[in-house]
């Protein structure tokens, strides 16, 4: 039974928490502002593990029963990272000695402390303190046991030789030099090494530099461990036991104790991390450290303190009786109410939460379920008005410090007043439609005035079933700090399903030696920085050079691959001059001395609309936003409807596909004008990017738009006409018509539609396989069971009414009356073509009578394209959809037309557009084509400064070693070297030389050749 919880709340209501430092080091971001900009353009930091921290070749297998074996072969991983010992003051044993998470927790915990606006010399000492989130140390203390282990290591070696017939004496001196190699990654073990080893000292650490006095210790509830110690900080702030907590967590285990661990329990995937998702697989494991600075949030307003957020809520609970790994709905709810109870407001009032979110099939779906249940708890809760993001689908699964990253995100996030996306969504979990309506996940992301308090919750739960939640809320004016240079806006949509790299070369050879370094680039680069190494490559470019190359790829394994397709290409069939090569899949493309740079536009029709089409565009650029702006003010000013809040809806937050669908229904009935503005909007982007038709065409409807990009009415006239032709086709007096599709020539559509009663004709010949007819609805809908009863495809098209026949002349007497468009057609800036006949249109013919008759008359798009052809060298569709390139493909196979947006929000069709006219040798604007976009300084993987693990690391044994060992070191020069030396000796030197050496190591070779003898099968017969 529902309850009204708040009723018994205001006595149980925690004191409030002020967030008012911040800081953080993880994959991809070191500082606070980096890890927002990552966040929001969705910077993915997943890459292949370095071999400085595990080598693929000897820990990895695909098959998930191979025994101390893991098949995830991907992580996230901290770069850059280097503690100054000098700076702090720390003595170079005790540096050597001690786990790296000791160090990293430190730095950031400073950066946290100065970000709230402190030195070590400023910050309060009493009663302050640090509560710490930490798992085992980290993977450096599991190594560095290993040497303390060696004893174990010489029994086995011992006990190997000894299965060899290997000599004591020879065992002995093997021993003696493995020793020397095992310890030389390992730091010795001195009075530091204890307390570098533990976990509890990072946090009395940093106590110590602090001079904090409130006591420092570290909370361990696994993969929950720093939300943990988050809400532990809050309630002794509450209780009054601190008034300053530095809490947070820290985490650099990724070594085989864990990874191989997680693959045996299944958790870790082999594919892309997809997290609320239909497809979730499991997670990437990552690695990082944050810490946040809490007051009271009375105290720091009496202080003066900056307030990011503040904490309104916490709790903690276990799943009790059940599995340690299993999650419970019911035990995860019960840290959700225990939040909200603290906090006095239902977490129906929610914006968003940053969930746990591992993409683990059985616990993406447990969280969605016990969030659904905790709300619930509250009441009917109305459809998708949560939204839930998760951080490690950024920068992996950082366990111990998981938490406090979803934290500081949501902190960031309320503060700057944005709902942040998630990624690698997009098929979101079947239990969004069922149990938990209320939620949906983010995919678009959204922004608030600054004015707006926003709240959050974060979730955090940890194998053993433990669980955590946190609730928070806006605090001050959004900082400044925090504010990136490009806008938020379009930083939303910065990244892309694929990015464009485009190579140049003096000769076939020069391109051939170009690729290997670029593979070796692409080694173990991240997601994240495949824009960064493709706007790199666009300024590297040499425009004069013959051979122009590109490859259009959305991960770096398909960058590869297609590296060393292309590389195959050019080995077995390079291109001669003036040719061009591409691949099946038009993702790879190759041209030599290419110079065929004439593109044609056509601006498609009437059944091309789309949901949020060429959104990208319009929320990475401001003058998009302003044309769209101004579009909907025309259509305002002469009484139509604006068109913005038809053409983008919050996709992300549609309660069902039935919703979709009316919003589809609605764009339909507005489809006239909203393709027209959406085709200009193309064509204005294409113009930035230096790009110009030199003829123009259109389908039906795209024919209003031809004429405008030929110069014969400006954009405002163009959707004015557009939305009067919209408003009288589908407001007919008559009867109603309809259109469908055949999938046949014009002979057999004439063949269909004979003998057919009521009214239907041919109204669109579009290629040689497709022929569009037109006409009553019934008798449409005879046509398609004649055509389906001889198994030619045909379908009902989503049109308000039978363009193109004469059901609609009522329609076309009203253009020619009243159309807002010249009487007639002046000077043309391109060449312009009519769909129509095909035929060029010149200069002087009477506007509103041709539009008036191109409404009812029969569209041949067979000889538009035809008549094109002859005069460009690629066709692009200016516009949504993809419905011409593929009618223009079945029509000639050259020039090819290309789409530019078939799909909404995919980058894929406009980067294989720009290859095509790249490698033609097309000019692009390539700054422009960056403009807006999240780009940063390429630096190949083997460049980076990773994190290592000892086990690793070289061996670091000198020859002087080995030669106090009486051992002979192996000799440093090569054979050949050896051999020229030997050739200059005489006889005489030769033989004492030889002699010499017998002297010295008789004892040993009698012994290995014993050894031998007893080994040697047909001396065991004998």
Not at 20 to 31: M, N, R, T
Not at 583 to 599: D, F, G, Y
């Amino acid at each position: 039974m529902a309850i009204n919880p708040l009723s018994e709340q205001n006595s149980s209501k925690a004191q409030p928490i002020a967030v008012i430092g911040l800081g953080c080091h993880y994959p991809g971001a070191s500082e606070l502002l980096q890890l927002w900009e990552n966040i929001i353009s969705r910077r993915c930091q997943f890459r292949e593990f370095p071999d400085e921290r595990l080598p693929l070749s000897e820990y990895y297998d695909p098959n998930p029963t191979t025994a101390d074996k893991t098949y995830g072969n991907r992580g996230a991983f901290i770069d850059g990272f280097q503690f100054d010992p000098v700076k702090r003051r720390i003595p170079k044993s005790a540096l050597d000695s001690t786990d790296i998470v000791h160090w990293l927790a430190l730095e950031v915990a400073i950066k946290a402390v100065e970000n709230a606006g402190y030195q070590r010399e400023t910050v309060s000492n009493s009663r302050s303190g640090v509560i710490l989130g930490n798992t085992l140390t980290g993977e450096h203390t599991r190594s560095h046991v290993m040497r303390l282990r060696w004893p174990f290591v010489r029994k086995a070696l011992r006990e190997a030789a000894k299965v060899k017939g290997m000599s004591p004496h020879l065992t002995e001196e093997l021993v003696e030099i493995m020793e020397k190699f095992y310890k030389s990654v390992f730091p010795p073990i001195t009075e530091d090494s204890l307390a570098g080893g533990l976990s509890n000292t990072i946090a009395g650490r940093i106590c110590n530099f602090f001079n904090f006095d409130g006591g420092g210790y570290t909370v361990d509830g696994a993969c929950s461990s720093s939300l943990i110690a988050i809400a532990t900080a809050a309630n002794a702030l509450h209780q009054g036991d601190l008034d300053l907590a530095l809490a947070g967590g820290v985490d650099i285990s990724l070594d085989t104790f864990e990874l191989i661990g997680f693959a045996k329990t299944g958790a870790l995937t082999s594919k892309d991390m997809t997290v609320y998702d239909r497809r979730a697989s499991g997670f990437i494991p990552g690695e990082g450290c944050g810490f946040v600075v809490l007051k009271r949030l009375e105290d720091a307003r009496r202080d003066g303190n900056y307030i990011y957020a503040v904490i309104n809520g916490w709790g903690i609970s276990s799943d009790g009786k059940g599995g340690i790994t299993a999650p419970s709905k019911i035990g995860q709810s019960k840290a959700l109410l225990q939040a909200y109870k603290k906090a006095a407001y239902s977490p129906q009032t929610l914006h968003f939460i940053e969930g746990h979110g591992t993409g683990t099939p059985v616990g993406d779906r447990t969280e969605i379920e016990g969030i659904a249940l905790a709300m619930n708890h509250y009441g009917d809760t109305p459809p998708r008005t949560c939204g839930m993001t998760s951080f490690k689908s950024l920068v992996g699964h950082t366990k111990a410090a998981a938490g406090v990253g979803g934290f500081i995100k949501a902190v960031m996030a309320v503060n700057q007043r944005v709902v942040p996306p998630t990624v690698g969504c997009s098929e979101p979990h079947a239990v969004f439609e069922q149990t938990a309506q209320a939620l949906y996940p983010i995919v678009q992301g959204q922004i608030y005035p600054p004015t707006e308090t926003l709240r959050a919750g974060v979730s955090a739960m940890g194998f053993g079933g433990i669980n955590c939640h946190v609730t928070l809320s806006s605090g001050d004016a959004p900082a400044t700090a925090l504010k990136p240079a490009i806008p938020e806006r379009a930083l939303l949509v910065s990244n892309q399903d694929t990015e464009l790299f485009i190579l140049t070369a003096s000769s076939i050879s020069h391109l051939l030696q170009q690729i290997p370094t670029l593979i070796k680039k692409v080694q173990g680069m991240s997601l994240a920085e495949l824009p960064d190494l493709a706007a790199q490559l666009s300024q590297q470019i040499q425009t004069h050079y013959p051979l122009r190359a590109a490859i259009v790829a959305g991960t770096p394994l398909n960058l590869k691959e297609s590296l060393q397709e292309l590389e195959q290409m050019l080995r077995d069939n390079p291109p001669a001059p003036s040719q061009v090569q591409l691949s099946a899949q038009k993702h790879i493309w190759v041209a030599h001395q290419v110079q065929r740079t004439r593109v044609a536009f056509l601006f498609p029709g009437q059944g091309s609309q789309r949901l949020n089409m060429a959104r990208r565009i319009v929320e990475r650029y401001t003058w998009a936003q302003d044309f769209l702006r101004q579009a909907d003010q025309w259509l305002q000013e002469e009484g139509f409807e604006p068109i913005s809040p038809i053409i983008y809806r919050p996709l992300d937050r549609a309660i069902d596909q039935q919703q979709v669908k009316q919003w589809f229904n609605r764009l339909t009935s507005h489809a006239p004008t909203t393709i027209c503005f959406i085709s200009l909007l193309w064509q204005k982007y294409l113009n930035r990017l230096g790009i110009q038709p030199v003829a123009v065409a259109g389908h039906s409807l795209g024919e209003l738009t031809a004429f405008a990009a030929s110069g014969a009415y400006d954009e405002k006239t163009l959707l004015l006409f557009a939305a009067l032709r919209g408003r009288v086709m589908n407001q007919p007096s008559g009867k109603v018509g309809t259109m469908a599709s055949l999938s046949c020539s014009r002979l057999k559509a004439e063949e269909l539609i004979r003998g057919i009663s009521g009214y239907v004709v041919i109204a669109n010949l579009n290629s040689p396989q497709q022929t569009v007819i037109s006409g009553e609805i019934e008798s449409v809908q005879a046509v398609i069971q004649r055509a389906v009863a001889q198994d030619i495809q045909a379908r009902q098209l989503p049109v308000s009414n039978g363009f193109h026949s004469l059901l609609v002349s009522e329609a076309a007497n009203i253009l020619k009356k009243s159309a807002p468009i010249p009487a007639e057609l002046s000077n043309v800036r391109v060449l312009l073509y009519t769909s129509k006949t095909g035929q060029q249109v010149l200069p002087g013919i009477n506007l509103k009578e041709h539009f008036a008759d191109q409404a009812v008359a029969q569209v041949d798009f067979i000889s538009l394209v035809q008549s094109l052809a002859t005069q460009c060298d690629l066709m692009l569709e200016v516009g949504p959809g993809q419905v011409l390139s593929n009618l223009a493909a079945q029509i000639s196979e050259y020039p090819l037309c290309l789409p530019l947006e078939s799909k909404p929000e995919s980058s894929r069709d406009f980067n294989i557009a720009m290859a095509a006219l790249f490698i033609q040798g097309g000019q692009i604007n390539w700054q422009n084509f960056y403009e807006n976009r999240l780009i940063r300084s390429f630096t190949p993987a083997d460049e980076l400064m990773f994190i290592d693990n000892p086990c690793e690391r070289p061996f670091a044994v000198h020859p002087e070693e080995l030669e106090a060992l009486s051992v002979t070191p192996a000799p440093s020069e090569n054979l050949e070297e050896i051999e020229r030396k030997v050739a200059q000796l005489s006889e005489d030197e030769v033989t004492q030389v030889l002699g010499n050496y017998f002297a010295q190591r008789s004892s040993f070779l009698a012994e290995l050749i014993q050894a031998d003898l007893q080994n040697f099968p047909l001396m065991n017969h004998h």
